[in-house]
């Protein structure tokens, strides 16, 4: 337990790491845009009466959930290449894996909101002339997707905890960097410790607005 | 490009190898996760208020922080922190069940909350004390309410034991990692590894959708 804590080294690696942090950034902000967006799509095609449509829709869903997406990403690193052609660098195996991951789980979210909204929503759409498209984006969608807020938020947190995978495939995000910082300074307790909280310290105030968010929305149903 | 299979298919019983272990993991973390994510809810319920602090705290970080660079800490940084040698299984088992019991401490204090208030009256009423109270009237009505939520979790835990395969544990993926260099078919050997994983994964999740029915219709509600 005689561990002298020091600090000042990761502070004197500061640039290395924040390097990182950028990295994290990016690669977070593309994942949860494509992730959660394309999920809106998967999960309104998951819900349509044409099985030309939803099954497709659940196929990819099934498949994208029931893998790690440690798996994914790895395969279209190391395994899309060779079947498509397409050379993929850490960064496109990464948003590839956990973008496809994260629709796959968000497109539930959103059916799970589309059904919860009640049939009579869908008549009175139809009663005024509105097509299934028209009710669906201006009646349906902006109540299902309020309601799913909270659900969402956690998948964005999730997708958060989650670009720290693509440090696997050699992308160069946080935890990447916190290695390499560890591995030239021989200071791992301080290096993790350092990624722990950096990670804590964004991700705790999300989590305790998801809660402030969930309260508010259960108040206004 | 051709797909070919025989070079996988040889060395099979490597990748078995692989997943026994990483079932291995699962249970154990299992083992260990579902107790101490019971202690922890029951602490944070606690109208002690220093013990309910600590248990949230704990809840919280491990829930907000990437299980790999917790299981990084506890592969790298704890062994020097406490003077312990640290192989790959027992930082694997410390991170998932800590981290899992977390997700799990979650799920009991939903559980716990959605019982009705009337139950601890009525168990006070007739003389138990809280830990009566709490053994014989509210968990198990919890816990049946729990079951789905806990299915679920359990389902992502096996998912995330794949990151046993970065500090060098033999797990299903660190195998595939193995063969795809041995065999140069990385096509053939991810593809397979990844199916291994949907039908195992695929299974479970049926699993948890049958008993869901079932419960909802032994008109049990359930928590999420």
Redesign the interface.
Known sequence: MAHNWDFATILQNWPVLWVGIKGTVFIFVITVILGLGGGLIVGVARYSKSPVVSWPARAFVEVFRNTPVLVQIIWFYYAFPILTGIETDPFLAAVLGISLNTMAFSAEIYRAGIQSINRAQWEAGKAIGMSYNQTLRRIILPVAVKRVLPALTNRGIEVFKMSTLASVVGYVETLNQAKLISDLNFNPIESYTAVAVIFFVVLYPVVQGTYVLERMLRKGD | ?EWNFLAVLRDFDLLMLGLVNTLKVTGLALLFGVPLGLALALSRLSTFRILSGIAGFIV??F????????L??FF??LP???DVRMTPLIAAVVTFSIQSSAFFAEIFRGGILSIDKGQWEGAKAIGMTYGQCQRRIILPQAIKRMIPAFMERSIEL???T??V??VAYTDL?FQ??EL?QKTFR??E???I??AI??VL??LF?QLSIAIEHRLAKSGEGTVR
């Open positions: 490009m919280e970080f829930r907000t922080t990437p299980p790999l660079v917790q990084f800490w790298f940084a020097i922190l406490i096996l998912k995330t794949t990151l395969s970065t993926m595939a990692n795809a990385p096509l050997v991810y593809t590894v990844a994983y949907f994964i695929f999740s």
